[in-house]
C-alpha cells in the first residue's frame, strides 16, 4: 500500500488547513488509518485515527474539537481538516494505514504503511 499525503502549508494560527492521504488504488477497507505528526526536535505522535468501516475515531487531546478526521471510501482517501491552528500545530504530518491492528484506536502506534510527510507551518 503506497500512500501519498498532501494539503500541507503555510498559515496563520487561527486559520485552516486540510491534508489529504491518496492510496496508490489499493482499498483500505478494513484497515485503521491515522494521522501522526512531528514537531521539530521531538517524536512522533498521534493524532488522529479512524476505523475504516465503523469510522470511529480517535484523537490527541490538544486537537479534540479543532481537528476532524474522515474517509472517502470512493476514492480510498483519507482527510484531516484542521481549524483554529496553533503554532504548537507546527510539524511534519504523515498518514499512516494498518490491517492487523485491533487494539484501542487512542492507542494506536502507526502501523506498517507511511506517507511522504506533508510540512504544516502555523505562524504566530
Known amino acids: 500500500v503506497q500512500l501519498q499525503a498532501s494539503g500541507g502549508g503555510l498559515v496563520q494560527a487561527g486559520g485552516s488547513l486540510r491534508l489529504s492521504c491518496a492510496t496508490s488504488?489499493?482499498?483500505?477497507?478494513?484497515?485503521?488509518v491515522g494521522w501522526f505528526r512531528q514537531a521539530p526536535g521531538k517524536e512522533r505522535e498521534f493524532v488522529a485515527g479512524i476505523r475504516w468501516n465503523s469510522r470511529l475515531t480517535s484523537y490527541e487531546d490538544s486537537v479534540k474539537g479543532r481537528f476532524t478526521i474522515s474517509r472517502d471510501n470512493a476514492r480510498n482517501m483519507m482527510r484531516l481538516q484542521m481549524n483554529s491552528l496553533k503554532p504548537e500545530d507546527t510539524g511534519v504530518y504523515y498518514c499512516?494505514?494498518?490491517?492487523?491492528?485491533?487494539?484501542?484506536?487512542?492507542?494506536?502506534?502507526?502501523?506498517?504503511?507511511w506517507g511522504q510527510g506533508t510540512l504544516v507551518t502555523v505562524s504566530s
Open positions: 499512516n494505514a494498518d490491517y492487523r491492528y485491533r487494539g484501542a484506536l487512542r492507542d494506536y502506534g502507526g502501523g506498517d504503511y
Open positions: 488504488g489499493h482499498t483500505l477497507s478494513g484497515y485503521v
